[in-house]
């Protein structure tokens, strides 16, 4: 087997340092400017795109705590009308892309509630926001309606409200089922609310359940992580996705490594969590469920579908709504203001809140979906021929070249696939085919 490492790949590291791992978009997101906004306002005076597939992502910033592993944009100290303020603010916003030409007339094919913890919302809250976005933009047209939820803000009567707004798919923020890791890590909820919250969104027919799950969490152990497999499994969920614990430069823990002159985050290494995840991944497989992606299994591929994300990897349009939520728009990514005050005063101003954008180019976008969908494990060289003109085995010939010597995966004919060693490290092994400007980047 080939020792020899293509100059964008460094060999692999053991222990998990600070920084971003998981590759969720490509150009990187510290590409991004405020000079790009402009391009995003010029994109929303273009005729509506014909065939295009449109979906809205709505971002609900609050939650009872922030994890010590949270990166992102949440609010733990924001009281009712604090949150009725926001909603009202995300409500105008809604209301004024609704009427620009690139948007006035489309109907999402899809809807998903990001977070933060849209199920910190209350239900009148719930049925206020939803209600309004529907009079919008209507949901008759909608194949998935997501909604991210944690578990100990899940009562009867809030499952209750959610299955009724429409909602197909409830991801269910577990992350492990020990109290103790729980904890530590900084989660609001603990285990005896799994099972509450799981057993009755079952109970009243939700068509898809998910289960989240996080490996190598701090004080994770060999034992533990078998027990929340098997509890895991024994759930039944329709799918299951796990993420290998990282260390963001934006977080708790880091703060405290930071703070104590450590480099090495106090997790599992690199190794044992591909470890964790793959034995995971096995016991599903032998209870009868398929491996998705690098993330995820499913317990019918046939009827197990990932709407937003398949679409998003495949060119649809994306609606941001909300503070710090990312759309695209054509060509263009575009990233609404982080903070929540100046969000708001831009909407009152009666402007769009965007804070940074990326026009992208016809390369970036052919290379945007085969980093993204090789994700998925398998792609097929004659989708990318017949969208974009470029073959990805000529494109990439080195590369790939190099993933079957490492035995991470081969090309065989049309496909080219990933192995299971090649999925447990994909988002590693995926900057080999950024452009040069893009590698290596401090993901922001």
Not at 90 to 111: C, D, L, N, W
Not at 129 to 155: H, I, N, Q, S, Y
Not at 202 to 212: A, C, E, K, L, V
Not at 246 to 264: C, F, H
Request: hydrophobic share 40%; aromatic share 12%.
């Amino acid at each position: 087997m080939s020792t020899a490492t293509p100059p964008s790949i460094a060999p692999p590291k053991e222990q998990t340092e600070a920084g971003n791992y998981f590759v969720a978009n490509y150009p990187p997101f510290s590409f991004w400017t405020q000079d790009g906004v402009k391009d995003a306002l010029e994109q929303l005076q273009k005729p509506a795109p014909a065939g295009r597939p449109m979906g809205i992502y709505f971002h609900i910033p609050f939650c009872r705590k922030r994890c010590h592993f949270c990166y992102f944009r949440v609010y733990t100290d924001k009281n009712a009308d604090d949150i009725k303020q926001y909603l009202d603010a995300s409500v105008t916003e809604m209301e004024r892309v609704a009427t620009m030409p690139y948007v006035a007339g489309r109907k999402p094919q899809f809807v998903y509630f990001g977070g933060g913890t849209p199920s910190y919302l209350s239900v009148p809250q719930l049925h206020s926001l939803t209600d309004r976005m529907k009079a919008l933009f209507p949901w008759d047209e909608v194949k998935e309606v997501a909604f991210e939820a944690e578990p100990g803000t899940l009562t009867e009567k809030k499952l209750d409200a959610i299955r009724s707004l429409g909602v197909t798919r409830l991801s269910l923020g577990v992350e492990n089922f020990d109290d103790h890791i729980l904890e530590i890590n900084g989660r609001a909820h603990r285990s005896g609310e799994i099972d509450r919250a799981y057993n009755h969104a079952r109970s009243i027919g939700f068509p898809q359940i998910n289960i989240d799950l996080i490996a190598g969490m701090v004080e994770e152990t060999e034992d533990n992580w078998k027990r929340c497999i098997e509890k895991a499994l024994a759930l039944q969920p329709d799918c299951l996705t796990i993420y290998q614990m990282e260390i963001p430069y934006n977080t708790t823990i880091y703060k405290e490594m930071k703070a104590a002159g450590k480099l090495v985050a106090p997790v599992a290494d690199w190794p044992t969590k591909r470890r964790w995840v793959s034995e995971a991944f096995a016991a599903f497989e032998a209870a009868g469920y398929t491996v998705s992606s690098a993330t995820t299994v499913v317990k019918n591929p046939n009827t197990t579908k990932f709407v937003y994300r398949d679409s998003l990897w495949s060119g649809a349009d994306l609606l941001p709504l909300g503070v710090a939520s990312f759309g695209i728009l054509g060509d263009v990514h575009v990233q609404n203001h982080a903070d929540i005050l100046p969000y708001q005063m831009l909407v009152g101003a009666g402007k769009m809140p965007y804070y940074r954008a990326y026009h992208t180019t016809h390369e970036e976008r052919f290379l945007r979906e085969f980093i993204l969908r090789l994700k998925l494990g398998r792609v097929q060289a004659s989708y990318y021929i017949a969208h974009y003109g470029i073959d990805p085995r000529e494109r990439f010939a080195p590369q790939l070249a190099w993933l079957s010597s490492e035995g991470f995966g081969s090309v065989e004919g049309d496909d080219i696939c990933l192995n299971r060693e090649g999925l447990m490290q994909v988002d590693r092994l995926l900057h080999e085919f950024f452009l040069p400007q893009h590698r290596n980047a401090r993901y922001t």
